[in-house]
T-cell receptor, first 115, second 113 residues
Framework: GAGVSQSPRYKVTKRGQDVALRCDPI?????LYWYRQALGQGPEFLTY????????KSGLPNDRFSAERPEGSISTLTIQRTEQRDSAMYRC?????????????FGPGTRLTVT | QQPVQSPQAVILREGEDAVINCSSS?????VHWYRQKHGEAPVFLMI?????EQKGHDKISASFNEKKQQSSLYLTASQLSYSGTYFC??????????????FGKGTHLIIQP
């Protein structure tokens, strides 16, 4: 079946612009996670949802970052007034159950470059 | 607090064994292991839960010592396909699953023919 999909795969934006990154989880997966991964580093947790409810926002770097999952399926990570330090690979992952005892399936990521 | 992985990198000949360690300064509820190949998404290997689990499939196995707050991944008779970066992700015991996974910096494994 289809895996986790993300769009766009690549995004180049100018400093100060807003960007919206989309994640489409595996059908039926109730939990959805957002991570940021710098080159050569492990994924850094940002936030996650069980169904449509955002469970934890403490990993979001600052208030320019927000995420939503209004219908419990597709999620959008929005970065306002982008800065060069926001450049990274943004990955989402989904899992079948709630909680962290289920395996997470990662998407291909969105490579964000802020110029 | 990010878990510490060791070694940072290892080069093996095909058929040799490897051990990758993951240590945390916090009490852990679970440890997740992923492998990531260059330019690809991380791929799930296994989850170990509090209680001193050991798991394995094929020639890859892992252990979790909650008292020592450590997990180890064992790769036996390594194959070329095992090359990649291995990440452990930890869930704190006090988090109730609300904190997400904290990943280590990874261990780069290169298998040579």
């Amino acid at each position: 079946g289809a895996g986790v999909s993300q769009s766009p795969r690549y995004k180049v934006t100018k400093r100060g612009q807003d960007v919206a990154l989309r994640c489409d989880p595996i059908s039926g997966h109730v939990s959805l996670y957002w991570y940021r991964q710098a080159l050569g580093q492990g994924p850094e947790f940002l936030t996650y949802f069980n169904y449509e409810a955002q469970q934890d926002k403490s990993g979001l770097p600052n208030d320019r970052f927000s995420a939503e999952r209004p219908e419990g399926s597709i999620s959008t990570l929005t970065i306002q007034r982008t800065e060069q330090r926001d450049s990274a690979m943004y990955r989402c992952a989904s899992s079948y159950g709630t909680g962290l005892t289920y395996e997470q399936y990662f998407g291909p990521g969105t490579r964000l470059t802020v110029t | 607090q990010q878990p510490v992985q060791s070694p940072q990198a290892v080069i093996l000949r095909e058929g040799e064994d490897a051990v990758i360690n993951c240590s945390s300064s916090k009490a852990l509820y679970s440890v997740h292991w992923y492998r990531q190949k260059h330019g690809e998404a991380p791929v799930f290997l296994m989850i170990l839960l509090k209680g001193g689990e050991q798991k394995g499939h094929d020639k890859i196995s892992a252990s979790f010592n909650e008292k020592k707050q450590q997990s180890s991944l064992y790769l036996t008779a390594s194959q070329l396909s095992y090359s990649g970066t291995y990440f452990c992700g930890t869930e704190n015991d006090s988090g109730g699953g609300a904190d997400g996974l904290t990943f280590g910096k990874g261990t780069h494994l290169i298998i040579q023919p």
